[in-house]
Each structure stands twice: as C-alpha cells, then as structure tokens.
C-alpha cells in the first residue's frame, strides 16, 4: 500500500514538472505597444548604387546602419519619428522618417531614381533627397594630371592619365576646380549641367 501510494506521489510530482519545464518553453508574447501594435518595425535598406549606404537614425534609439553596394540590409527599430543624415554617392543630407510603419529606403544607381517620383506610403527613394549628376571629368591635357574639385564641404580629387575618362557626381552647385598641367596652374569656377562633360586641358 505505502509503495502504491509512493509511486502515486512520485508519479504526481513528475506530472508538475513536466507541465512546468513546458510552460516555460512557451516564449512569451511580446509586449505591444500603444494602440495594439509591436513596439518594433521592420526597415529594409536596398542599396542598388555603385557606393556604400549609411544612415544615422535619432530617435527613440540611435542608430547608425551601413550598406556595402549592391546589397540589401534588414532591421528592427523602435516605431516612432526619426531624423536622420544619409550619405549616399558620396553626398550627405539630412531628413525625417516616419517608422511608426515598416519602411524600404531605395537607393538607386547614383544620378537615376528608385522609381517615378510618386507618393509612396511604405517607400523611401533616396534620389528624393540625394540628385547627384552625373559628369564625366576628361583629361585632354595630353598628359597625367591630377584634378581637385571642391566646396567648402565636398571634396573630389581625380587621378587621369592621358585621355583617360572619369565620372564624378556632384551636386548643382559653383564648384572651384584646380589642376597642373602644361607647366601652369590652372583654377577657376565650375557649375555642373547633365549631359555636359568637364574638360580638363591646357590653353596653349
């Protein structure tokens, strides 16, 4: 009898156990955030340009997100507003995001756009924010030159062997340009247009 009633017992206790070791197994819901929704949301950064991608986020969090090019990156983040510096081709400018709902942030091929620019809820397109042009720096020097084109914060120093053929991608705005090349020096201002090289050569 005292063994019935000791296996009984025994066999009670390992019933707990084990319905406790599963309670635990269980992961717990995770928490919601005001109005129902997960406290997180999903952004998804599609670097589809010849550059890498960065984006410092300040908000709830702060968060700096690096993208080598051609590459895709996913992420979870607080929900909430955003500001926010991005650099993309080279170029840096600020702006605000709202990701109080899962966003993608197209970056497309520098000088192009993501897609026609249409109001998208859930999409980003860089070139909104970024509108580099695209120009092609060409040597006619008859010789190596090295070319230094800058503002006061963008910065631009090319390297081109005779006839050679470069692209850079600046923005619309009076650059001052400098370069030696058939015993001078030659300096000036230069405001970039699509479609219009930039020629470097001597005057004689």
Same mark, same amino acid.
């Given at each position: 009898?005292?063994?019935?009633h ?33 406290p ?5 950064i599609i ?7 960065s ?23 607080s ?19 709202? *990701? !109080?709902?899962? #966003?993608?942030?197209?970056v497309?091929?520098?000088? =192009?756009?993501?897609? @026609?620019?249409? %109001?998208? +809820? ?45 692209l850079?991608? *600046? !923005?619309?705005? #009076? ?7 058939c =015993?001078?020096?030659? @300096?000036?201002? %230069?405001? +970039? ?12």
């Open positions: 009898m005292k063994k019935a000791l296996l009984l017992r025994n066999t009670l206790w390992a019933a707990v156990l084990i319905a406790l070791i599963a309670a635990l197994a269980i992961p717990a819901a995770p928490a919601l955030a005001e109005g129902g929704k997960p997180t949301v999903r952004l998804t670097n589809g340009s010849q550059f890498e991608f984006i410092y986020l300040y908000g709830p969090e702060q968060r700096f997100i690096s993208v080598p090019a051609h590459a895709t990156y996913v992420t979870l983040v929900r909430n507003w955003y500001s926010f510096t991005m650099t993309a081709c080279n170029h840096t400018e600020p702006g605000t995001l709202d *990701l !109080n709902m899962e #966003q993608t942030i197209h497309p091929v520098c000088g =192009g756009r993501a897609f @026609a620019p249409v %109001y998208r +809820p859930h999409h980003v397109d860089v070139a909104d924010y970024i509108k580099p042009i695209r120009v092609k720096i060409r040597n006619q020097t008859g010789s190596p030159v090295d070319v230094y084109i800058r503002t006061l914060d963008e910065h631009h120093f090319l390297n081109l062997d005779y006839g050679e053929i470069q850079a991608f *600046l !923005n619309k705005q #009076q650059y001052v340009y400098s370069y030696y090349a =015993g001078e020096l030659y @300096a000036g201002y %230069y405001t +970039p247009f699509v479609s219009y090289p930039f020629d470097v050569k001597c005057s004689k």
